[in-house]
């Protein structure tokens, strides 16, 4: 097969980023991902591990379902009947289905976690490698820890995958360890002396330990790798993923460098990662490459005074494109649902005329409390407006006091719906926001454990929406809740309604922590 110019994005944050702790999704988040990550122009969505829980089977026959046909969806699996079958029957409905099974090649893992000697494995490779390709013919095979295996018995890995019909051969730094010079030699000499290899495309899937997953992955472009596994924000397992606007960024701005191509809709790069990252309630760091406040903020007068005179002196990409256009369209109180909805438009999203119309009220009420309205507001707003879960509990109002008189202890009085009924209560905390949460706690009889607490201004000035993010747990079960408001108090209060009304979803669908397999095994790969 002559390697063409086309790098496929294989992404995996629905799999290996929601696996890891702190990022677990609902499944209306995981079909919102999945729909973004569409528009972003992915080639292949791993869509999760249906074998893992019935609630990963049911997202991932959903995100198959609803995917278009241009792009591919895929599950993954373990070398087991069980799991490829399980994996076969949730992805079957997408019109591009993928089954992507793994087994581990290094010594370590083949002594102490697989107990299982190299021909045996060997033999495993090629009896589930053909199942899967029983079922459909895009089968991808991953040697887990290939980075650690022997080179060798790596090439008899690929081949005997190879032969059972497998056409996408992963190689991963399961673990961080790799560096780049030496993984290349070695996807180098695997890609030579695999003598099936022309039949299949090479793919990497590098792990952040040591800070070089994206490194690792686009020095694999230099011997012949054309599959990337990355996760939006770089979000995985311990350290993450290789991050896919890095390398997305890294392919367009260095063209003259690595001279390939990729469908990534690069404009869309911003807003998928923000929509991410609310999604999950964990903030971008500033200095994060690509999408951090920061990546293209100039602070140093000797840097402005270059970028007055020619941008390119320091800036090597524009923020529009990666989608943080300073657009000319300034939003506020008298802006029409056209602006609007053009608004939305330019950062990335289409809405519906009935999603405008929720959108449009609330742009409409932020305005009259806040002079400025800037993109991460409205991104804000759409993420509490048209892609939360349906409510159990509705906050009405919460006001508060507190004061520094010793012996007044800070007071909140709380109006909610809770199922449907209006109910009103009050109470006292250590601090105001303990004392709204702790009234909250006892209108809808709960006493969740709270886990995170954050505070994020959205935007720089004193009228800068508070975005506060709430992680809860209670009987095993864990949840995510954010809140928006120029008022911190009150998106306290909205982020912690929202964690609870995700709680309540999560014990509905049955969604522990860690979802755990009918063997008593950890269901992470
Ligand atoms: O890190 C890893 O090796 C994996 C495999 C399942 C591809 O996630
Ligand atoms: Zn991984």
Do not use: C, H, W
């Given at each position: 097969m002559a390697i063409s110019n086309q790098v496929i994005f294989f992404d995996t944050t629905l799999r290996d980023g929601e696996q890891s702790p702190g990022c677990t999704m609902n499944f209306g988040e995981k079909l919102r991902i999945a729909h973004q990550l569409e528009l972003l122009g992915?080639?292949?969505?791993?869509?999760?591990?249906?074998?893992?829980s019935q609630g990963d089977f049911d997202s991932v026959q959903a995100i198959a379902r609803q995917a278009g046909d241009k792009i591919q969806i895929c599950g993954l699996a373990r070398c087991t009947e069980r799991d490829i079958r399980r994996c076969w029957d949730a992805v079957k409905v997408a019109k591009n289905p993928r089954i992507h099974t793994f087994l581990s090649t290094s010594e370590l893992h083949m002594k102490y976690?697989?107990?299982?000697d190299p021909e045996t494995v060997l033999k495993m490779i090629s009896e589930y490698v053909s199942l899967a390709s029983s079922l459909t013919p895009n089968v991808e095979f991953s040697c887990e820890d290939a980075s650690r295996s022997d080179r060798d018995f790596l090439c008899r890995a690929c081949e005997n995958a190879i032969q059972a019909g497998a056409t996408t051969i992963n190689l991963p730094d399961t673990v961080g360890y790799a560096q780049p010079a030496e993984y290349i030699e070695l996807l180098d000499y695997v890609i030579k002396n695999?003598?099936?290899?022309?039949k299949a495309i090479f793919s990497v899937h590098c792990h952040d330990d040591l800070g070089l997953g994206v490194a690792n992955t686009l020095a694999a472009f230099r011997v012949g790798v054309r599959q990337a596994e990355v996760t939006l924000c770089g979000?995985?397992?311990?350290?993450?993923?290789?991050?896919l606007e890095e390398v997305a960024m890294a392919l367009r701005v260095r063209k003259d460098y690595y001279g390939l191509e990729s469908?990534?809709?690069?404009?869309?790069l911003y807003p998928s990662c923000r929509l991410l990252s609310m999604i999950i309630g964990q903030p971008i760091p500033?200095?994060?490459?690509?999408?951090?406040?920061?990546?293209?903020a100039h602070e140093s007068g000797i840097h402005q005074d270059g970028m007055l005179k020619n941008r390119q002196t320091y800036e090597i990409m524009t923020p529009q494109t990666v989608g943080r256009a300073e657009s000319n369209l300034v939003i506020g109180k008298h802006s029409g649902r056209n602006a609007v909805k053009s608004k939305y438009e330019s950062l990335g999203y289409k809405l519906s005329e009935e999603q405008i119309a929720t959108v449009f009220e609330a742009v409409k009420d932020l305005a009259d409390r806040k002079k400025t309205i800037f993109d991460e507001d409205l991104l804000a707003l759409i993420q509490e407006k048209?892609?939360?879960?349906?409510?159990s509990f509705r906050l009405r109002h919460v006001s508060v006091s507190s004061s520094d008189?010793?012996?007044v202890p800070p007071t909140a009085a709380v109006l909610m719906d809770v199922d449907g009924i209006e109910k009103s209560g009050a109470g006292f905390g250590v601090g105001p926001v303990d004392a709204v949460f702790n009234v909250i706690a006892d209108m809808v009889g709960r006493e969740p454990e709270l886990k995170q607490y954050a505070v994020n201004?959205?935007?720089?000035?004193?009228d800068a929406q508070g975005e506060v993010t709430v992680r809860l747990a209670d009987k095993g079960f864990s949840a995510v809740g954010r809140g928006a408001h120029p008022d911190i108090i009150v998106a306290s209060a909205k982020a912690y309604v929202n964690a609870l009304n995700h709680l309540v979803q999560a014990e509905k669908e049955g969604r522990r922590v860690h979802a755990q397999l009918d063997d008593g095994e950890e269901a992470g790969a």
């Open positions: 992915v080639d292949v969505i791993e869509a999760g591990f249906p074998a893992s976690k697989l107990r299982k695999t003598p099936s290899a022309g979000i995985g397992e311990r350290a993450g993923n290789a991050s469908g990534i809709q690069t404009e869309k500033n200095n994060k490459a690509i999408i951090g406040a920061n990546a293209f048209l892609y939360r879960a349906p409510d008189a010793g012996g201004a959205i935007t720089g000035g004193t």
